[in-house]
């Protein structure tokens, strides 16, 4: 699982349901306003973390210790080492050129070598 | 499932955990790209408002709705939108989606997916495939479309499972 700074301290992230890693995904793959699209990603990074921790993370933040690209980029990092890719992969055509890609692997591990 | 919802588009309510939201009227071409699209919040809750959307994202993000309560809203919006059960129409966009002659087959009989439901879409696309196929055959896709798909919800990963 991902780990996040908070201060000089290094935390680990709580495991993601099945639940939220779809509420993971959604919000990775946009369609939201702005506004909401902040407020779920700054409610994600808060609930993966573990409990011990979130009221130093949310202090940090209001210190303005954090900034919104940081947040930014630390749900992005969660969102990539959760597997949210694979979870609900953003569109049908990346899903295509992921079955793609499977098929001609497997044609090439079938392919005769040439002499 | 109510006549009204397939026949003409206009907003219903289903409900996701405990938390009832409202889904969008939309024509079968909206429909059509949710059920295929595949990903299971592609229908519920992305068929709804902004703000059900933010909500049931909240909902998620907080561990209050598992995945199989946003597939079973989504079978459920998806039934009251067809006016079929859920299967049935995801089948039938599944065809749709693997097999271009029959939407091909359809546009030349006029069927347009932004002009209609997705209850006519689904009657359209049923009986279009009805008549253009081996009359010995039909009883078989008849019960192969009706027949509900095995195991429970949870067992389902994706819409996928479910199109032969």
Redesign the interface.
């Known amino acids: 699982m991902p780990k996040i700074r908070i201060g000089d301290e290094i935390v680990q992230l709580e495991r993601p349901?099945?639940?939220?890693?779809?509420?993971?995904?959604?919000?990775n793959?946009g369609?939201?306003?702005e506004e909401?699209q902040a407020?779920?990603m700054i409610?994600?990074i808060v609930?993966l973390i573990p409990a011990t921790h979130r009221k130093a993370f949310v202090s940090l933040y209001v210190s303005g210790g954090h900034t919104a690209a940081d947040l930014i980029e630390t749900f992005k990092m969660i969102a990539g080492t959760s597997g949210v890719d694979v979870a609900?992969?953003?569109?049908?055509e990346q899903?295509r050129a992921a079955v793609k890609k499977t098929a001609a692997k497997k044609t090439a591990r079938k392919a005769p070598v040439k002499r | 499932m109510s006549l009204g919802s397939a026949v003409r588009a206009q907003p219903f309510t289903v409900t996701v955990g405990g938390v009832t939201v409202t889904v969008e009227a939309a024509m079968a071409d909206r429909w059509l790209d949710a059920i295929t699209g595949n990903p299971m919040t592609s229908v519920v809750p992305g068929m709804c408002s902004a703000e059900d959307r933010r909500a049931v994202g909240l909902a998620l993000i907080g561990g209050e709705l598992s995945d199989s309560d946003l597939w079973e809203a989504a079978s459920a919006a998806i039934a009251e939108a067809s006016g079929r059960p859920w299967w049935e129409a995801v089948r039938l966009a599944g065809i749709a989606d693997q097999n271009r002659i029959l939407l091909g087959l359809m546009t030349l009989e006029g069927v347009h997916a932004h002009t209609v439901t997705l209850g006519a879409w689904c009657d359209a696309a049923f009986v279009t495939v009805l008549r253009n196929m081996d009359e010995k055959k039909r009883t078989r896709f008849e019960a192969d479309l009706m027949i509900p798909p095995g195991g429970s919800v949870d067992d389902l990963t994706s819409f996928d499972a479910v199109v032969w």
């Open positions: 349901t099945g639940g939220q890693l779809l509420g993971l995904a959604m919000v793959n369609g939201f306003s909401d407020e779920l409610a994600a609930k609900e992969p953003a569109n049908r899903r």
